[in-house]
Each structure stands twice: as structure tokens, then as C-alpha cells.
T-cell receptor, first 113, second 111 residues
Framework: GNSVTQMEGPVTLSEEAFLTINCTYTATGYPSLFWYVQYPGEGLQLLLKATKADDKGSNKGFEATYRKETTSFHLEKGSVQVSDSAVYFC????????????FGKGTHLIIQP | DVKVTQSSRYLVKRTGEKVFLECVQD?????MFWYRQDPGLGLRLIYFSYDVKMKEKGDIPEGYSVSREKKERFSLILESASTNQTSMYLC??????????FGEGSWLTVV
């Protein structure tokens, strides 16, 4: 079946550092791809998405580009802040009947002042 | 804004109890989902519902059932709670083909 692989955490960075969280997927075709963020004690919020190859999703300074040739959707931010500390989930549309989401296991990001 | 509301944020139940987790969405979405979230395992789909009275098993349905009598409400039922069902449960909804929106989660502890 489909699966999403993202880098293990926790990832600890200093404020203003450059962030990359890797994500690769295994679905065939062109599934929509997503990054969700979960702040402490909260549910998941959609951060950004891309629906076709070479699309770039962006929001709150975060970006991710849909790379069909490498089946990747890496999350990047040029200068992280303490408030970006959260768990980040990469996901792909599952296809099939409900077309739900298949999630990666999550990457815990810790930003230190 | 889309609102997905899970009625109970924190619950503690005893082994063998019947547990209901309620979820309500206010945007007339057809599809609704129940996931559980566990450390190191990410989110796993328990059940989903296409529409009223329609449901399908997800990846880990064992020990759970669901009910969707009205479009806005999707309930997750643990017929006889067990300690391995201690987890965070996330409800979600969406219009067909669009973004999935999540509730804030329900932390269930079974003792």
C-alpha cells in the first residue's frame, strides 16, 4: 500500500536557522500532498498543500515543492522561530474509496532561543 | 472557518467500559474520519464515513465501531475499552475532494 516516510525527530535548531524536513511518498500517479502541523495539546492544522507535480505550496514562511521525479515533498523554512516548535506531519491522499490521507509518523521540531 | 468539535478533550475510563467519542462539524461535509495518534506510529485511520449511515473500515478498525445518524455528527464507539486503546483520537471532516480539517483531539486513558 501507499506509505509516507519522513525524517525521524526530534529535530533541534536554534532560532533563525534554516529548516528542512524530508518527506518521500510511494503512491503511484499524482496524489495530492500535504504538510500538517500540530502544536502542543492541539489537533492537526493544514500548513500547506500541493496537488500536482512541480507545484509549490507555501504558508507562514514554509514552502514545499512537489517533486514527482524524486517522489518527495520536503518542507523548508529560511529562518525558524521559537513559535514554530511543533510536530510536523507529511501526508498524501490515499486514493481509494474515501480518499483519506496516509500520514508519515511525524517530526518533532524544537526551536531553541 | 471550518469547525470540527470533539466534545471530550480528556477522558479516563475503566477496562471493559463502553466509551463514546463524539464529533460534530458545522460545514455540511459529506466525509468524516476517525484517526488515532500514537507516538512513533503517526496517525492511523480507524473508520471513515462517506455520508449519513454510510461507513467503511480503515486500517485499524478492530475493537471500534462508528455511528453516523446525522450528517454533522460522527461517533466513535469502543464497545469494551482495553488498555491498548489508550491513545489520542482525532476526528476530521471534509467536502469530497477538498482539504481535510481536524478537531482538537480527545485524549483517552483506559485504566
Amino acid at each position: 500500500g501507499n506509505s509516507v516516510t519522513q525524517m525521524e525527530g526530534p529535530v533541534t535548531l536554534s532560532e533563525e536557522a534554516f529548516l528542512t524536513i524530508n518527506c518521500t511518498y510511494t503512491a503511484t500517479g499524482y496524489p495530492s500532498l500535504f504538510w500538517y502541523v500540530q502544536y502542543p495539546g492541539e489537533g492537526l492544522q493544514l500548513l500547506l498543500k500541493a496537488t500536482k507535480a512541480d507545484d509549490k505550496g507555501s504558508n507562514k514562511g514554509f514552502e514545499a515543492t512537489y517533486r514527482k521525479e524524486t517522489t518527495s515533498f520536503h518542507l523548508e523554512k529560511g529562518s525558524v522561530q521559537v513559535s514554530d516548535s511543533a510536530v510536523y506531519f507529511c501526508a498524501q491522499a490515499s486514493g481509494g474509496g474515501a480518499d483519506g490521507l496516509t500520514f508519515g509518523k511525524g517530526t518533532h521540531l524544537i526551536i531553541q532561543p | 472557518d471550518v469547525k470540527v468539535t470533539q466534545s471530550s478533550r480528556y477522558l479516563v475510563k475503566r477496562t471493559g467500559e463502553k466509551v463514546f467519542l463524539e464529533c460534530v462539524q458545522d460545514m455540511d461535509h459529506e466525509n468524516m474520519f476517525w484517526y488515532r495518534q500514537d507516538p512513533g506510529l503517526g496517525l492511523r485511520l480507524i473508520y471513515f464515513s462517506y455520508d449519513v449511515k454510510m461507513k467503511e473500515k480503515g486500517d485499524i478498525p478492530e475493537g471500534y465501531s462508528v455511528s453516523r445518524e446525522k450528517k454533522e455528527r460522527f461517533s466513535l464507539i469502543l464497545e469494551s475499552a482495553s488498555t491498548n486503546q489508550t491513545s489520542m483520537y482525532l476526528c476530521a471532516s471534509r467536502l469530497v475532494g477538498n482539504t481535510i480539517y481536524f478537531g482538537e483531539g480527545s485524549w483517552l486513558t483506559v485504566v
